[in-house]
């Protein structure tokens, strides 16, 4: 693919660390254990240049970015492409170009991306999946478009209403503009029978995904969140059979590992949807004195447990998206929000919520504003902190976390 005109006049980002992987991903096969599986992780999150995606595109094959929050993964997967989940750039990205496009008073998370599209670092991809979750999405897509002109970008329409018979016809017609564009863009024509198979795939690793949360939640002295955080992360950006092995070795390591109790609260972590905290914010809040006993980070992994594979798939696939459980700030309910935070605080048995929402968002401030009033009814404590991408000093969070915690450790 030729450089586009955007890519040829924008320089790259200085001295990228560049991470070099395998075609075949041997490294995280043989990643015997959290410990090295993590470490990897970390390596991978912290280079800019994609490279999961470098390793994958090497040998000729397409790879698709997939803006958060829902994208059909497994429709991607199914015409032969790799959806990788794009979570910005992290703290490694410096904004230098797409402070023009983009104004002041929006989340980091849109500013990092584009960032990476203008500076020649997303030149690996054959497209882009932009759900419409919010007007930063929605304009996004279209500046996508200029900055990666060789590239094939796609908005994607969700339904808003999950009680409309429209809903599910709505989405496999979205589902059937996206394949138009994937075939286009270089996938596999669409065949209903590869779509079971990555149905199943998917299937596997959002099991295994529900187990680790699951001892997250029952045994929360096992695995730190930021463990359970790095092993999920790359469940959005390796082929996912690489990653249902690497799960496998987890679940096998945790079943030994002894459960290490300390004095510590139990808290839901709300709002962090989209963008996503820097692994300094996540770790603190840890080390504070908090067992995250269930979370909103990533979630991709969390829309459904299981499509239902036998069937139309396409029609399966739409009909788990609307009737999924998830209730956040991008899908508009407002009505439920107060119960709906309400069952989770009792199904987590948490003793209180930490908001931990994007500068900026939009969405999951409204949820915030609708979920303190549940709360202050029912009289649950919570707190509630801002983050951005390159956030450094956590020192004002650190205080508000230590007497949050403090709060609840000795009412
Ligand atoms: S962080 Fe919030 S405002 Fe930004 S793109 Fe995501 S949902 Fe939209």
Redesign the pocket.
Known sequence: MAASPALESSASLDSPPSLELSDSFEEFRRAASIDAITRLAREVLLDPTYPTVRAWTRAGRGAVGCF?VYTPQELIHSMGLLPVSLHGGGESVEISHADAPLGSFL?S??KSTLELAMTGLMAPFRAFVFPY??D??RNLEGIFSRAVPNATTHMLHLPQNFQSKASVPFLVAEYRRLIAKLEKAGGEPYRPERLVESIELFNRQRAEIAQLTATQRAEPGKLTLTESYLIRRLGGLLPREVHLELLGRVRKELGARPNRRKDAIRVLLVGSF??QPTLDLIDLIEQVGCYVVDDELLQLHRWYDRVEPSGDPLENLAATYVRSPVDIG?RAAPTTKAAAIRQRVDAADAQGVIFLT?K?????LEDVVLYRKALDERKIPYLHLEFEERSAAYEQSRLQLETFVESILFD
């Open positions: 958060p989340c998370i849109s979750i919010c930063v999405s989209c963008e991008v994007a900026f968002c939009e969405p999951a």
